[in-house]
Every structure is written in C-alpha cells, then in structure tokens.
C-alpha cells in the first residue's frame, strides 16, 4: 500500500516564500507529482520528480529524495493567486494510477 | 482549452435514480482514470482503464460501473444513485506518468 503525509494547512505573506513538505511510504517509485487545486476545480499539473534533486520551474521547485521518501514543493515570491490546496501524488511500481495526499491548503495573506 | 471534457458539471438527482456521468478526451489517451473527492479531502481512485474494452476497479469500493468502448470515451454511470453518493467526480487521462483533469462533475443525490 502507499501512505502520504503532508500538513493540513499553512499560512504565509504575499511575496514570501514557502515550502509544503511531503512524506511518503509506497510499495515500489515510479515517480512523485504536485498538482494545485483551486477550490471548486480539477487539480491541475505542476511539477514531477522521479530521480533524486530539485526540478525547478519558474516560481515553483520541487525537491524529492527517495532514500528518505521525502519531497518539497517550494513557492517563491508568492502571490495572492497561489491560495489553493496542493496535492502530492505517488505512481507506484508496475502502476500508472496515482495516490494522493489530503492536500495542503495554503492561504496567501497581504 | 480543455482537452478532457465532463459533463455536466453539477447535477441534482432523486434518490434512486440512474445516471451517467460523461468523460471524452481529445488527446489519444489509452489511459483514463476516475476519481472521487468530498470537500476538503483527498482523491480516491474508483475505476481505471489501460485501453479499450479495459476497466478495473480502484482503492475505493464504489458502486458505480464504467465502460471504454471508445478510446476517448470513459463514461461512469450509477444505477440507483443514493445520498452517500454526494460528491464531485474527477476524471483524468494520461499517456504514461502524470494526468491531465477534467473540470469534474459535482453530484447532489437528494
């Protein structure tokens, strides 16, 4: 089975960085995923890592180590827009399907 | 631009009725997933499709039933629909590691 643990929410100032961590235990890697879901609406595609290392992506980066079954998805220069929850997803081996986390729910505040 | 369509996005229903909820991708696609989301929580996988005349069930027991006849088409229908079945239904495709999402059906059984 697969287990993903990330926190429930967070709270940060526009302009600022934050990083939402991830953790997780799975039978087998074929590759880990963040998306960002606006409330109301479908998860939309943000970043993937399958090998070890940071993966950056304009004002997104995310880091995965797979030794440590551990990601971070960092957010630069936050905007007020970033406010959504983000979702850490884990592909199994022998398995395209992909578990999710519960989310992070991340406020953006003036 | 959608590439993956649902629909329709909200439906209200009697208990007891039967439904079908509709997913079409453009993409070409032989993978196609669809999962269930209450407010607040995270995604459970009920039913996937590696390709044509393929279905399996997902980690969430449901009582719905899906059929792929069609490469783009991977509709999920409910027999007898029930208060328990409130939720929003999220359907995605991918061609290997990843999904793109349609924009999700929000189900009201009453």
């Known amino acids: 089975g697969q287990n993903i643990d990330q926190p429930t929410e967070m709270t940060a100032t526009e302009g600022a960085i934050v990083q939402i961590n991830c953790t997780y235990q799975t039978s087998g890697f074929n590759g880990l995923f963040w998306y960002q879901q606006h409330a109301g609406e479908a998860p939309t595609f943000l970043s993937y890592?399958?090998?070890?290392g940071l993966e950056e992506k304009g004002r997104f980066s995310s880091f995965l180590s797979r030794s440590k079954g551990y990601s971070y998805l960092l957010l630069k220069e936050l905007q007020m827009k970033d406010s959504a929850s983000y979702l850490c997803?884990?592909?199994?081996?022998?398995?395209?399907?992909?578990?999710f986390g519960k989310g992070t729910k991340l406020s953006v505040i003036p | 631009e959608a590439d993956i369509y649902q629909t329709p996005r909200y439906l209200v229903i009697g208990t007891g009725k039967k439904i079908t909820l509709e997913c079409s991708q453009t993409?070409?696609?032989?993978?196609m997933y669809w999962y269930q989301q209450d407010p607040g929580m995270e995604l459970h996988l009920i039913h996937y499709?590696?390709?044509?005349?393929?279905?399996e069930k997902g980690d969430l027991s449901s009582e719905s039933t899906v059929s792929r006849i069609r490469t783009e088409h991977f509709p999920l229908t409910l027999e007898s629909a029930r208060p328990s079945h409130t939720s929003q239904y999220l359907c995605a495709s991918s061609v290997d590691y990843g999904y793109t999402f349609g924009s999700g059906t929000r189900l009201t059984v009453v």
């Open positions: 499709s590696y390709g044509v005349n393929s279905t």
């Open positions: 890592n399958v090998l070890d």
């Open positions: 997803a884990v592909s199994g081996a022998g398995s395209y399907q992909l578990t």
């Open positions: 993409m070409g696609h032989d993978k």
